[in-house]
DNA sequence: GTTATCCCGACCTCGCTGGTAGGTTTAGCG
DNA sequence: CGCTAAACCTACCAGCGAGGTCGGGATAAC
């Protein structure tokens, strides 16, 4: 398993918000009803999107969740970075961040036959962040609405 | 994490026979130390990647394993998927294999407002089996042996 | 001042990862 | 013929993180 519950919900939050008309805040009560997500988890979610500024919040009645940008700016890879912490393929990738969501092989190199699984395992990180660099929140919404073909990839690399 | 041990210790395992000559089994012994691995817990993996017709073995004094193929011929695909089992981005994709590693979303489809977020896991899945089908043992081998530098991706799809 | 909401920290349960233990076969070798 | 090195098998176990719950605050609209 790749991904946890964490990015899986916290990205379909997104999704909600990203639904909703501009600066209309929505609560997350909402949100879990319409998602049948549990709110009480949801919550602490949500703080996660709100710390990495990718969301907004109104407290008080009336009061919610809006996005921070517009759903064409919100790129997956610093989503699922905010609701993972990091995305290392393999336990030795430590979290030297390199502020992309690139992390490093902590084998000590031991200058001759070195970690050779690091070469596999930085080729599918690699692989894994473009992936989610070329998938917009916007695409999501869209899909959501029931236009795009799951088979349509974005640009072919 | 995507991966567990099993995927790298098994890597390992076959990246040591690789290093072999041909037709000479090497003991799991023989690699627990070399790569200092818990041997008991080898033997498991071992008989994931037999199950898997990835590698042969030879039983009683001076028996071993060995790969079953050229190293060429060893897609990590094919590697990862019989250590791990599946290559599921999420737990909602269930194990209805189609027989490449390809594993689906069960959720129903509530024609409408379906599983939005299966649109970016099933893009990931995707990506991450592409990029390990790309890689094979002997490039490992080869890698380990201190030629090709890391940066060095293959054949930019 | 009541109600809807965000916010926050403590707690809890369960399954899986990563490993160990202890055996049973199989086969080379003296 | 027996010793020994190896594959093979099954059961067991500890720790940890995932996935949630709970209870209470702070805050703002009405």
Same mark, same amino acid.
């Given at each position: @398993?790749?991904?946890?519950? !964490?990015?899986e919900?916290?990205?379909?939050?997104l999704?909600?918000?990203?639904?909703?008309p501009?600066?209309?805040?929505?609560?997350?009560?909402?949100?879990?009803?319409?998602?049948?997500?549990?709110l009480a988890?949801?919550?602490?979610?949500a703080?996660?999107l !709100?710390?990495?500024? *990718?969301?907004e +919040?109104?407290?008080?009645?009336?009061?919610?969740?809006?996005?921070?940008?517009?759903?064409?700016?919100?790129? @997956?890879?610093?989503?699922?970075?905010?609701?993972?912490? +990091?995305?290392?393929? @393999?336990?030795?990738?430590?979290?030297?961040?390199?502020?992309?969501?690139?992390?490093l092989? +902590?084998?000590?190199?031991d +200058?001759?036959?070195?970690?050779?699984? !690091?070469?596999?395992?930085?080729?599918?990180q690699v692989?894994? *962040?473009?992936?989610?660099?070329?998938?917009?929140?916007?695409e *999501?919404?869209?899909?959501?609405?029931? !236009?795009?073909?799951?088979?349509a990839?974005?640009?072919?690399?």
């Open positions: @398993m790749f991904f946890t519950t !964490k990015a919900y916290g990205v379909r939050l999704i909600e918000l990203g639904r909703q501009q600066d209309q805040p929505i609560s997350l009560k909402a949100i879990a009803d319409a998602d049948n997500l549990p988890y949801l919550e602490r979610i703080a996660l !709100k710390r990495a500024g *990718l969301v +919040s109104t407290r008080g009645a009336h009061g919610g969740y809006q996005l921070a940008r517009a759903a064409e700016d919100i790129a @997956m890879d610093e989503v699922v970075l905010a609701l993972e912490g +990091s995305l290392a393929p @393999m336990e030795c990738f430590v979290d030297d961040r390199s502020d992309d969501g690139r992390v092989c +902590s084998h000590h190199d +200058s001759g036959r070195g970690c050779a699984t !690091k070469l596999l395992w930085t080729r599918v692989g894994v *962040l473009r992936t989610l660099s070329q998938t917009t929140l916007a *999501l919404v869209e899909f959501q609405s029931g !236009k795009v073909p799951p088979a990839a974005p640009a072919p690399v």
